[in-house]
């Protein structure tokens, strides 16, 4: 009996579960060359022609041309990292695919998938427990240790050179951020920091700035640069003259009615900028157009105006000034207002807003780099970074990096598994093995023997020594915590767990039914089912080789 139609594929059992090991295992590899200070970057290159260079996961994984099912969901476990813990998604994904290597040894000994699956899931809770017990409480205070944890981040990322100053930066970013609950829980606020690029100058001219910056011109030149005790009114609707409708038709009989009708426009636009005056406000930032006879009528009232702010800027300037975003000039009033300081840096061709009431703790990130390309890895890497930083104040456990924590809960693991019964103990044990993957890539990316390495690391765990980890610059197996390699212990514990639920989702596929071509490029003979290696998203996943 025939239930699919004429262009479906169908592929069944072993082969599907081949099919989708082999396209969550290419992702992961995708991006392993990059993990750690020693990872090399990538270089992508979209259809439009715009170029990455970067050795963000999940700035790689975002950009690749992937038209994969299975292998898309591997690139979410990498937006749930970013998204939950702000780094540590090279990490995620890399553990992935190495869970999903260890499965196809498991599943071709005949063990069943669903016990694979019981098997990570128990490595997986007893994996964050221990976390929990190995980590660090920190003192959310301490300023030395937050800025190792920026720098951790930080290494092998467009800021390293800087690393120092830069991770002053964000721990000043986060302070200021900080507010601290009844409950005497640390709550950061990460809506109040912004980050804006310079291109031009090193990072190393890079600054926290207190407030807003805007990278706007006056529209008018008669208007004031720098206004003190500013009242500022933010719009989201144009300044400029109603538009009619697409087929309307003007009929001008003569010069009069032409000049009538500019007449009209003249006069809705001073009205606009009357209800501006009569709001009270002698700054306005427009998200949208102003027109040149309302920049006139405004530049004459002495009101300072900046048109097309973005709308994140915006919004942060909502925050900043306590101001109500205006979609309506005419319901605009004086309590619509925020206030602050506007000063004017012609040299940048910024604005500095400056807020001034109590309620205002917003901050600015300025970060300056040579060019386009090193300013946006620049922001990257502090993106991570501040997320990291904020992390760690909330959560005030950290672990020792370089690949010892993975190394101790490998060992601890093993022990584990001798108390688990039945085939669920050989997943725990792959699960300890796939772990270990970081060391390993660690020093292959550093180009130091990954074996011996392994070896060394086990060996000092054995020895008692739980925060033995690598350090790649000298190739020696130290303490890692004292040496300044820090991670916070929240972002570890999301790897693991995203890297297993994304395993286990991926091993429970039995079953591919495919509406369309399975792209099985590179296929034998023989139909779906004859060459599993060559199957699905692996010809799909187009845009892979010429990105890296």
């Keep these: 009996m025939v239930i699919l139609g004429d262009d479906a594929q169908r592929v069944k059992d072993r082969d599907a579960q081949s099919h989708n090991i082999a396209a969550a295992r290419a992702v992961s590899e995708a991006v392993r060359s990059t993990l750690g200070p020693k990872g090399m970057d990538k270089m992508l290159v979209s259809s439009m022609g715009d170029v990455t260079v970067t050795n963000d996961g999940v700035t790689i994984l975002q950009e690749m041309d992937i038209d994969n099912p299975t292998a898309e969901m591997i690139i979410e476990v990498a937006e749930t990292q970013e998204d939950e813990a702000g780094d540590g998604t090279t990490t995620a994904v890399a553990i992935a695919g190495e869970l999903l290597k260890k499965a196809e040894d498991l599943i071709e000994q005949d063990i069943h998938p669903t016990a694979v699956i019981r098997g990570f899931n128990m490595a997986s809770e007893q994996a964050r427990a221990e976390i929990d017990e190995i980590s ?33 930066l964000i721990v000043d970013a986060v302070g200021a951020v900080t507010v601290e609950s009844d409950d005497g829980e640390n709550i950061v606020d990460l809506d109040y920091v912004n980050i804006e690029t310079q291109t031009g100058s090193s990072a ?84 949208k157009g102003i027109d040149d006879m309302a920049q006139h009528y405004l530049a004459k009232e002495g009101i300072l105006a900046a048109r097309r702010v973005k709308k994140s800027d915006i919004g942060f300037l909502k925050e900043l000034t306590g101001a109500r975003i205006v979609s309506n000039l005419d319901t605009a009033n004086e309590a619509d207002l925020g206030s602050a300081s506007i000063r004017r840096d012609d040299d940048d061709e910024l604005f500095y807003v400056e807020g001034d009431n109590e309620a205002s703790h917003g901050v600015t990130l300025l970060l300056r780099g040579s060019t386009e390309h090193v300013a946006d890895e620049l922001e990257r890497g502090l993106t991570d970074a501040l997320d990291v930083v904020s992390q760690t104040v909330a959560d005030g456990r950290v672990l020792a990096g370089g690949g010892a924590i993975e190394v101790e809960l490998a060992s601890r693991l093993r022990d584990y598994a001798d108390s688990v019964s039945g085939r669920e103990q050989l997943a725990v044990e792959a ?102 290696g060559g199957m699905g998203g692996m010809g799909g996943m187009g845009g892979m080789g010429g990105a890296m």
Excluded: W, Y
Excluded at 136 to 154: N, P, Y
Excluded at 263 to 286: H, M, P, R, T, Y
Excluded at 466 to 483: C, K, P, Q, R, Y
């Design 136 to 168: 660090t409480g920190v003192d959310t205070t301490d300023e030395e240790l937050l800025r190792k944890v920026a720098e951790t981040s930080m290494t092998g990322k467009g800021a390293e050179l800087n690393k120092e100053l830069l991770s002053q």
């Design 204 to 287: 190393g001219a890079s600054e926290l700035l207190d407030g807003a910056v805007i990278s706007k011109d006056p529209v008018h030149p008669d208007m004031p640069s720098d206004v003190e005790d500013a009242d500022i009114l933010l719009i989201d609707e144009p300044v400029e003259v109603d538009e009619a409708d697409v087929d309307t038709q003007l009929s001008v009989d003569s010069p009069d009615q032409l000049q009538q009708f500019l007449d009209k426009e003249e006069a809705q636009l001073k009205e606009k900028v009357e209800q501006i005056v009569d709001s009270g406000a002698n700054v306005v930032f427009c998200q």
């Design 431 to 532: 699960f300890a093995d796939s772990i270990e993957l970081i060391p390993r890539v660690l020093a292959e990316n550093a180009g130091i023997d990954p074996i011996d390495t392994l070896v060394d690391l086990r060996s000092a765990h054995e020895d008692g020594d739980a925060n033995a980890g690598l350090n790649v610059f000298g190739g020696d197996i130290e303490d890692t915590f004292e040496g300044g390699v820090v991670e916070p212990a929240h972002a570890k514990e999301q790897a693991l767990a995203s890297a297993s639920e994304a395993a286990n989702l991926v091993l429970k596929i039995d079953d591919i039914i495919s509406a369309g071509d399975l792209s099985t490029e590179g296929e034998e003979d023989g139909g779906p089912g004859g060459a599993p």
